[in-house]
Structures are given as structure tokens and as C-alpha cells.
């Protein structure tokens, strides 16, 4: 059975901000209460850490993590309102905006200006530090509002179950992950995501107020998960009734801009949320911008069905698609799944929405492939099922390339196996060829990437699936 991430709450306030300039040196850091291993932590702040700093220049965020009572996680966080026209003029002031945030803000003029524009955009903390903006508010432990800055204020809480139900993985400590196993570090970035800005003001379950703070009052959403095969239609019919739009009648958060259910077609209010395949898309719909590992586009989870609703539909078969957001976690099949190795579904979303990308070095090696889907191979068979790719040089110099080599992410990463002989050197404007070979042996699902690193500084990271399916003639 699948399980993905508890809950998720989200502490709003509504407050005046004044622009500044945005953080420089941005790191997201992780607090870890003495529930949790020094190791554990150490491995948070210097490798999941580090996926985030190497992917965006301005993700700044404070991180609380500890255990606790939930399904496999829950994140709560500091939730702040700006007027829309404060969202459009910040992303419009970015000097440095990718492609993928220019579409995003040419859709934005486009299609949420009319309906958005004379409102507000709900926003996490974090994202208001990376757009430039102060006098946010953040979340104590005890899931208050607290000025962000002062001592144990933090941008989200993160809480993953200690449930003796559940068996957590870490990584760092070597092994294969259990069948009944998740993995710890997958279900931190899918919660460090949703403290980013990802999460939507749709909620799918009952929520509950916050006491309040100060003299406001915070507003505490909250969303439990069922294990899969859990709901039935009678509590499905159930909760369809509470789907409402926790943030205030029409007002969006940052990633509910980029919500279409075909070009053009911007989905405007909880009314409309319900309908099957709403996806995120940075360019008006035309594109499915999460792409997935296999390159096909991820739709929102749009229904009231105790799952978070901005988090992506979970591929059927726990495996091809499997994105860090998707909204059921795979046991025994995620280990080592990030937002590096997942097909950018969480990089594009966080990048239109305001974090802006580390300048990538330039890429003189390029393959000809983003994928390798082997489909489904019968087993036994007489040969192993053949596919390869090309790489070519569009550099002025030679490239080397280095010792390929190919790591599961889960299945059984041995049933791929490549051949690189005639792919070792590359003069400029020249190509070569990688044979790349399927040969399960089991009905299983397999997923893995080929790693290629090259002398030119760049590594190549092509993601391979396959599924092996018995011969039922043999």
C-alpha cells in the first residue's frame, strides 16, 4: 500500500510589507529537536540542504524538524498575504528571470490579472524572504506567529510520524530500503516544498482555527491522509463538502496562479477545482511544466479526497512517474528520490513562483534523450530489450568522458546494463553512441539513472525505467 505525508497547516496572517532586497547567501537550514539523530540532522543540513542551494540562488528557509504524531508527515508554516499587484511587481523587478519565469509572468498579465488582480496572493514566509520583502511573520514550534528573525521563529515545523506502524529509511546509513519502508529524506523535501510555497489554499479536509497571536488570529488548516484503499465513496462524497478555499473567498496562493485545466483555462475558485486533471503550467496551460521522470506532465491532485490537493496524482503503479510532491509516498520503492532526480516537477513550480535558478555552467556535452522507457519487457527472453542514446560535442574543444555509471533509485537497478566503448572521447561537433540494455528477470518495476560525467565539468543524468513482465507463453 501507498502512504504519502500526514498533514499540512498553515498559519495566515494578513499584514502590511514593505519591498526590500532579497537574501543573499540563501541556505535552507534544519533545527532538529533531540528526538532526532545528530547524524540524521548533519545529513539534512549538508546534502538535502544542498539540493535546494545548488538548484535556487535566493531559498532561504528555517526549519524545525522533529517526530510526532501524523500520518508520514506534516508541515506547518508561516503564511503571509501581499496584494497581487505586490506578487506581479516583484517577479517583474527580477533582473535575472529564467525562461520558465518569464512564460510564468507573461501568463500571469494574461490570465490571472483579470480574475487576481485587485486582490490578494497568499504566500509562505520563506518565499516573501526570497522576493525581497519584510515584516513577514513565521511559525513558533507550538504553532504560533512569530516575527521571523527572532529566536525560535521559524519559516515551517516539520514533523514526521513516529508511529511504530511505520518504518522509516535514511539513506546515509547505507542498505536497501525495505519493502515496507519510506524514505525519511524524500518525505522531509516533499514538506521543505510546501514551507518553500507550494501548497495550495484549497483545502480537501475540515480545518480549525489557531488561537490567536498577539492580537490576530492565525487560521490553521489542517489535512490527514488515509493509507490508500483507505476512503471509501461514502467519506469521498463526505468531505467533498468541506473543499473550501481556506485563504479567504478568492484569494489564491502563489501556486494556485499556475493551476489549468487546458490553454487558457485558468482554474479560478474551489467551484471549479473538483474537475479531474487541473496541472500546474508556467506558460498558460499550453505545457504541463512538472514534468515527472517521464517527461509526461503530473496533474494536481484535484479532488476532495483527504490528500493535500496541490500535491501531484501518485503514478498507479508506485514507479514510473514518481515525482518528490506526488501525494502517497512508494514503500519500499523511493529511496534516494529528490527534487534533483524527479524530473524538475518541484524545480519549475518553485522556480515560476520566485526562486530563481543557479546559472548552470554550460552545457558543451549533449545527449539526444531526456529518458530511457523500456516499456514493458516479457521475461524470460532470448535477449535483453536495446535502446542507447547519443551524445554530442558542441563545445570548441575535446571532451573525455568519464566512468559511467548507472544508480537505482528502487526496483533492481541491475537488470540495466550499458555499453560505452565506442563513447570515450568527442571531438567538437562530433557524437557518439551509449547502448543502453533492459533484461528483468522478475515482474517488477525498475528505475534507475545513467550517470555521465564528462571533462568539461558537466555530469549527465538520464533517468531509465523499465518493467518486467512474465512470458505467460513460457
Partial sequence: MKQRNGFCLAICLALPFALGTAVANAQVTFTCDPSVAVSTCNYLNTTIAGHYSSTFSNASASIYITYGSTGLGQSIKGENNITYTQYVAALTANPNQSPVQASALSALNSDASGPYGSGNVRISSALGTALGQTGLQGVTTGALDCDLGTTGCYDGVVTLTNSPNITWFYIDQGGTEPDGAYDFYTTVEHEVDEVLGTSSCIRTASSSEEPAGRGRTGHVATVIRPKQGASTEATMAATKATLTDECGAGVPSDVDLYRYTRKGGLVLDSALSTK????????????????????????????????????????ADCG?????????????????????????????????????????????????????????????????????????????TGVTIGTISIVGTYGDASQFSFDSSKCSTLEPKKKCHIDVSFNPDAALISRATLIIPTSSGSTISIPLTGAGVVNAGR
Fill in 276 to 315: 479531474d486533471g487541473a496541472y500546474f503550467s508556467y506558460d498558460g496551460g499550453a505545457t504541463k511544466g512538472a514534468d515527472g521522470v517521464d517527461g509526461r506532465g503530473k496533474d494536481y491532485n484535484t479532488k476532495a479526497n483527504d490528500e493535500d490537493y496541490a500535491d501531484f496524482v501518485s503514478s
Fill in 320 to 396: 514510473t512517474a514518481e515525482a518528490v510532491q506526488d501525494a502517497e509516498g512508494c514503500p519500499g520503492q523511493d529511496a534516494g528520490l529528490n527534487i534533483l532526480n524527479d524530473g524538475r516537477g518541484e524545480i519549475n513550480i518553485l522556480n515560476a513562483i520566485g526562486y530563481n535558478l543557479v546559472p548552470a555552467p554550460p552545457q558543451l556535452v549533449n545527449p539526444n534523450k531526456k529518458l530511457i522507457d523500456f516499456g514493458q519487457v516479457t521475461f524470460p527472453a532470448a535477449s535483453p530489450k536495446q535502446d542507447g542514446l547519443e551524445l554530442q560535442n558542441d563545445g570548441p
